[in-house]
């Protein structure tokens, strides 16, 4: 994770596993062009939960966004 010189945040990951791709994915592209107050005023929970992901994820894998 970094910052440009507008101090948006920049993100970076990968996986080998499909659905991580695939969630970091969503991921950037909802903290795309966001600020670091941006971020931690962003509550990405109800916006999982809405597009029902959870139920496409083992335990482990949906345990990191709902804490």
């Known amino acids: 994770m970094g910052r440009d010189a507008q101090g948006h945040i920049t993100l970076q990951g990968d996986s080998d596993a499909a659905i991580v791709k695939g969630l970091i994915a969503v991921v950037f592209i909802l903290y795309d062009g ?11 929970r109800p916006w999982f ?8 994820l083992t335990p482990s ?6 804490q």
């Open 34 to 44: 966001m600020t670091a107050a941006d971020v931690q005023a962003f509550d990405v």
């Open 49 to 56: 939960e809405q597009m029902a992901l959870a139920q496409h």
């Open 61 to 66: 894998r949906s345990q990191g966004w709902r």
